[in-house]
């Protein structure tokens, strides 16, 4: 299992300059780390420069950029901007080494009245083809999440591949994102196991409304109005013994990106937690595969 975690979820890494990074990394036993363009932006740093100083820190500590992560509004953002955006993003993630590029096509965590989807699908492939023109001159894969309400059902992904058409091009899979639209990880991950490139690892607890306090800042709604809130991986409701067997079963060997979050999030002990909870059921869901001679 080669194993990550997003940098943002050590929150002294955006709080304090003098935090090491690497070393924090180097001491739990990730094996690679995961910038967001956020992060730069908190810690006041431009990115690519930002990028550069990461990149000198990480490889004397013998740790890799799994993948550099940038949210998106392109239903809001006019074309030729989104289009800059994207190709600054990629230059920076080729300053970190990265083979992985993930950015989201339309954040809508907050409120379930989204857009029409088929009036904007083509536009999403259109920049999402952009930038794997561009990304693929530096061998840089994108991968797109389901992340939100708009893009998060397998149809609606599914499509976006069809419709970009490039090899270069994937799925991100975030394993609890898919409750957003109250559809099962385990069915999301069947659906499009062959082409998921990059894992981001959560765990999220659910929970109806009406058994939650409604001053609660730390719950998200989903689209039949149930909540939810990220947890410890392991602490949750996601079958990740399941999910796991899937991608080692498709022939999955990318990174398995920690984002811890929750009451837990900027916790160092809740990263850690995650962590070994993470690599437990990794090596459950392998042995279950090997007793059952599915693999050797």
Known sequence: MKTSTFLASYGEYITNRDFDIAGALKREGFDAGEPDHYSFVRREEDPVEGAKKLRESLDKAGIVSSCYSRGMTMIDTPREESIARLKASIDVCDILGSKIFHHTLQNTF?????????????????????????????????????????????????????????????????????????IDPIEFVQVLAPYIKHVHVKDYIKKPFDKVPSNSPSWYRTSANNLLRPTIVGHGIIDFESIFA???????????????????????????????????????????????????
């Open 110 to 182: 907050h409120n379930p009245r989204i857009p029409l989807w088929q009036k904007h699908v083509d536009l999403f492939a259109e920049l999402c083809r952009e930038a794997a023109y561009y990304a693929g001159e530096k061998g840089i894969t994108c991968v797109y999440e389901d992340q939100g309400f708009l893009v998060n059902t397998p149809d609606r992904l599914g499509e976006i591949l069809v419709k970009v058409d490039m090899k270069n091009t994937g799925i991100c899979l975030d394993t609890g994102n898919s409750l957003f639209h109250e």
């Open 246 to 296: 899937t991608l080692i079963l498709a022939g999955y060997d990318g990174y398995f990106s920690l984002e811890s979050g929750g009451i837990e999030y900027n916790n160092i002990k809740g990263v850690s937690e995650s962590l070994e909870n993470m690599k437990w059921l990794y090596n459950k869901a392998k042995d279950g595969l090997i007793a059952r001679g599915w693999i050797k």
